[in-house]
């Protein structure tokens, strides 16, 4: 069965992920959630909003995507927190991600925002990534 672009591109957002071995050092394995548990164990990464756009043209049917990744962290202090944002842009920024029914023209990082939580315990490192994408 063929998904539409957005959880194709969210699927290979999330094993590539998965499958980065600084990151999975970083955080231990199973630790990158689409929704996390009630409980999650810190730290830990979370696929979050999106959007998408229609980018189709007179010939191809496309697609821009605009998404947002949380890393989150208790180790006190934003060095954690801008550590992992660090590695997760490095693990997806122009990287060429295998899509299922879809083609990804491109993915960039664009913005990561560092900042401590409400209640100070948590740090949270928002990402917010671009893609393009066509129909294979």
């Known amino acids: 069965m063929s998904t539409g672009p957005a959880v194709a591109l969210r699927r290979a957002i999330h094993a590539a992920l998965a ?3 600084a ?7 199973g630790r990158i959630h689409d929704v996390p548990p009630a409980s ?3 730290p ?4 979050g909003e999106a959007q998408v756009l229609d980018w189709s043209t007179a010939t191809e049917t496309g697609a821009e995507h605009r998404l947002a990744l949380a890393c989150w962290s208790r180790q006190g202090g934003h060095g954690e ?3 992992l944002a660090h590695l997760v842009q490095q693990a997806l920024h122009d990287v060429p991600l295998a899509l299922d029914g879809h083609r990804l023209v491109n993915l960039r ?3 990561a925002e560092i900042r401590r939580e409400p209640g100070g315990r948590t740090y949270r490192a ?3 990534f671009r893609a393009v994408t066509e129909t294979d």
Do not use: C
């Open 19 to 21: 499958t980065d071995a």
């Open 23 to 29: 990151l999975t050092a970083a955080l231990g394995a």
């Open 40 to 42: 999650p164990e810190f």
């Open 44 to 47: 830990y990464v979370t696929l």
């Open 81 to 83: 927190a801008h550590a």
């Open 109 to 111: 990082a664009s913005t």
């Open 126 to 128: 928002l990402l917010r």
